[in-house]
């Protein structure tokens, strides 16, 4: 059982940048492969980035390639989600998943491929 718990969201002008948390349990969370994906107002949710478990691979929605840089530190049980040149679109509410994968460099993009999910944390860009 893993358990999620994001943080770092909040209000930001159109051009700004936030740095979501995502803080895990357990005692093998190099072997989980981490995502990110979000979920606007009367839309789906929608992936935005995965990183493998050794931090090796890396994965991003086109609309935030360039803008956004995962990352995680093993050690500390944590991935974390970079977001530059925030654009009023990437207004959501931000979920962190985790699913236990086979080898070091899987990832998954498909969110009902993951298992575990936090509850989300709010991301608001305002012009």
């Known amino acids: 059982q893993v358990q999620l718990v994001e943080s770092g969201g909040g209000l930001v002008q159109v051009g700004g940048s936030l740095r979501l948390s995502c803080a895990a349990s357990g005692r093998t969370f190099s072997r989980y492969a981490m995502g990110w994906f979000r979920q606007a107002p009367g839309k789906e949710r929608e992936f935005v980035s995965a990183?493998?478990?050794?931090?090796?691979?890396?994965d991003y929605a086109d609309s935030v390639k360039g803008r956004f840089t995962i990352s995680r530190d093993n050690a500390k049980n944590a991935v974390y989600l970079q977001m530059n040149s925030l654009k009023s679109e990437d207004t959501a509410v931000y979920y962190c998943?985790?699913?236990?994968?086979?080898?070091?460099?899987?990832?998954?993009?498909?969110?009902?491929?993951?298992?575990?999910w936090g509850q989300g944390t709010q991301v608001t860009v305002s012009s």
């Open positions: 998943a985790a699913v236990m994968v086979v080898w070091p460099s899987n990832i998954r993009m498909r969110s009902n491929e993951y298992d575990y």
């Open positions: 990183i493998s478990g050794s931090g090796g691979v890396t």
